[in-house]
């Protein structure tokens, strides 16, 4: 696949050989970036992509065809770099977490266009196995690190794992999309997300007890 530059005044991106698929999820992508998952039509992703408004048709049968597999792509670098992070619990649970979270928070500033197609489109995650199965597995990473915490309990402490990891995934998620994305929905505040995610997470883990509380001065 090759892209071009055909009009330096406009920035219009020219398809001219090659991939149309991956030409396609690029244009996508941008537009995301620029509009939004919700401020573009089928017709302006293949004008983007610099093709015909029939040509996207030999690869999605529509939009929302097309903004699901931009999604699951964007799940499957997310997994990768949540698992990256989480690196089989090391050195220890609380810091392989701590690792996730941030890992969770640069995906949102890093990524926006992939993050807005997965959590903002609204797509519809029944309807597509694919889809699914990809945000399964990145949300899988999440039940690992749950799964590990609660292992340091005694049986008949231990929180349920998939609720433990559901807080834990909302809390991130939250953080992320309020304070840590790039776009223009970013919210300020007093502290990096990163300290804000730290602290909550910490007041969440001692409150069930899976840290020990700080030493009274």
């Given amino acids: 696949m090759s892209w071009s530059r055909d009009d330096q005044a406009t920035g219009r991106r020219g398809y001219h050989h090659g991939n149309l698929r991956e030409a396609l999820i690029r244009a996508a992508l941008n537009l ?3 509009k939004g998952p919700a401020g573009f039509t089928f ?6 992509a610099g093709v015909s408004s029939a040509a996207p048709y030999r690869h999605f049968r529509d939009r929302q065809a097309l903004l699901a597999d931009v999604a699951r ?3 499957e670098l997310f997994e990768e770099r949540l698992d990256r992070a989480w690196n089989e619990g090391r050195p220890d649970p609380f810091v392989a977490f701590e690792n996730v979270g941030r890992a969770y928070l640069a995906f949102a500033r890093e990524e926006p266009a992939f993050y807005s197609a997965m959590f903002e489109a609204g797509l519809p995650f029944d309807g597509d196995p694919e889809l699914r199965d990809a945000a399964d597995r990145a949300f899988a990473v999440l039940r690992r690190a749950a799964d590990a915490f609660c292992a340091r309990l005694p049986s008949d402490r231990r929180p349920p794992a998939l609720m433990m990891s559901l807080h834990l995934w909302a809390l991130a998620h939250g953080i992320a ?3 840590a994305r ?3 929905g970013r919210r300020k505040l007093p502290m990096s997300p990163e300290e804000l995610l730290e602290a909550g997470v910490l007041v969440y883990l001692r409150g069930l007890r899976l840290i020990d509380d700080p030493p009274k001065a």
């Fill in 43 to 48: 017709a302006d992703a293949a004008r983007s």
């Fill in 73 to 75: 792509r964007g799940f």
């Fill in 182 to 184: 790039a776009d223009g």
């Fill in 32 to 34: 995301i970036a620029e």
């Fill in 177 to 179: 999309s309020l304070f």
